[in-house]
């Protein structure tokens, strides 16, 4: 579902909690989203950021391979290339150019650090380098490979990366793909995957391009333990971020097939997957609780259209001050935006912000601290100063909810999906890749009232077995929608 580029999104705030907040928050102003850059349309956006060398530049990072840069105006016209690095990106699904960060010295040294998956010259791998930017933009001949893990499978590929206040540079990586953790990486330390990494690019050693900060909570373990690890134990950790005034660093952790979390990252924090999903057992499907494990902050289910996290921002711009100290966080399904406030180590507020129809791709912020909020179909978002109550963009209509999850998930070679319809009437069922395109469509015309089910055999509309992933299945009738998510494995 597509954006048009209008100026204004404007919606209400949702007053009553989502069902796992402890308190109701208080009644505020209505909310407003504006179209950053209303004249400008991006390709796949991944990531926002900013330089941090008082330019008030945005970078915005496209999935296939682009990070174009644009003065921070609404009425900025032109997204010029910053660097183009597409011949060596492997793009699609969850594959691509995903994660950006500058050095804390930028302004000094030039030093960018980029997140992608390729191919190119051997197997499929997440690879860190290191580019360096002279002038208005960075050379992409300058590449210095830091880090490459080997990727078994195309999803579950992590992505963000970001210094902390520490100067070190913070790595997100999945658990390698597929569905389930096939390989256990998640509870296995001698592999990068399923963990937050932390290194020092600042001064290499022993023979890599990077150094181990000797604060790492597994330094010295031996036994193939990776000293880059950080913490462990998550499943796919597409976007973290980390609050400058606290240090804190907030993940949104993608869910197996059932519940969505937000955590805490704490350095040599286990948070429990493949053993648990959220806070509940996994694999075994009982008896998985271990002292040892770091429960979510919070999690949802995949009700009323949620189907995949996206972790944002604590909140520290200037435009909507109630918002202060709010941790911002959405679902790329349902395009609904939550905050949350934990204070002390309790939650104490954790409501519906916001619903729309915007497929939630990343979060980013500027130099200011000011939120914006990615669609994956090229438009980019912010908070607006002004208090408005007209709607220019149509809100996500009211949910069906009688769609089903798939059984088996994951599948191969064939799942069904099932679906109860309230009344009769149009009917279409889709599939869509990560990349929010419609790869298959299973049923579209009238049916009638009660129960229904269909299959899919992980096959596109062209006749070809797709790759091995997440996807998602969409179900419209009559004005409602929902989607949800399955991983097809080969």
Sequence with gaps: MKFLPTPLLVISFILACSSDSPTSPPVRQPVALVNAFPALNFDRPMLLTHSNDGSNRIFVVEQPGVIRVVANDSTATQADVFLDITDRVNAGGEMGLLGLAFHPDFSNNGFLF????????????????????????????????????????????????????????????????????????????????????????????????????????????????????????????????????????WAGDVGQGQWEEIDLIERGGNYGWRNMEGNHCFDPSSGCENPEFVAPITEYGHSDGNCSVTGGYVYRGTRRPELQGAYIYGDFCSGTLWQLRYDNGQLTENSELVSTSISISSFGID?????????????????????????????????????????????????????????????????????????????AGRQTQGSHQTSWDGRNNLGEVVASGVYFYRLQANGRIETKRMAFSR
């Excluded at 791998?125 to 080997?150: C, H, K, M, P, Y």
């Excluded at 963009?393 to 319809?421: D, G, H």
């Design 114 to 249: 980029v997140n992608y998956t390729t191919t190119r010259d051997g197997p499929r791998r997440t690879v860190i380098s290191r580019f360096t930017a002279s002038g208005a933009q960075a050379d992409a001949n300058s590449e210095l490979r830091l880090l490459e893990v080997e990727q078994p499978f195309s999803n579950h590929n992590g992505g963000m990366i970001e210094f902390g206040n520490d100067g070190y540079l913070y790595i997100a990586l999945g658990d390698g793909g597929s569905g389930g953790d096939p390989r256990g990486h998640g509870q296995n330390k001698t592999t990068l995957l399923g963990a937050i990494a932390r290194i020092d690019v600042d001064n290499p050693g022993q023979g890599r391009n990077y150094g181990i900060p000797p604060e790492n909570p597994f330094v010295g373990d031996g036994g193939g333990v990776r000293e880059e690890i950080y913490a462990f134990g998550l499943r796919n950790p597409w976007r973290f971020s980390i609050d400058r005034p606290t240090g804190q660093i």
């Design 367 to 443: 130099e200011q601290g000011e939120l914006y909020i990615l669609d994956l179909s090229g438009s980019i978002y912010r908070f607006s100063a002004a208090t408005t109550t007209s709607v220019d963009v149509p809100l996500l209509q009211p949910q069906v909810s009688e769609l089903r999850q798939n059984y088996p998930n994951p599948f191969n070679p064939e799942t069904r999906i099932e679906y109860t319809l309230a009344d009769a009437g149009f009917v279409k069922l889709s599939v869509y890749n990560a990349a929010g395109q419609n790869i298959r469509s299973l049923f």
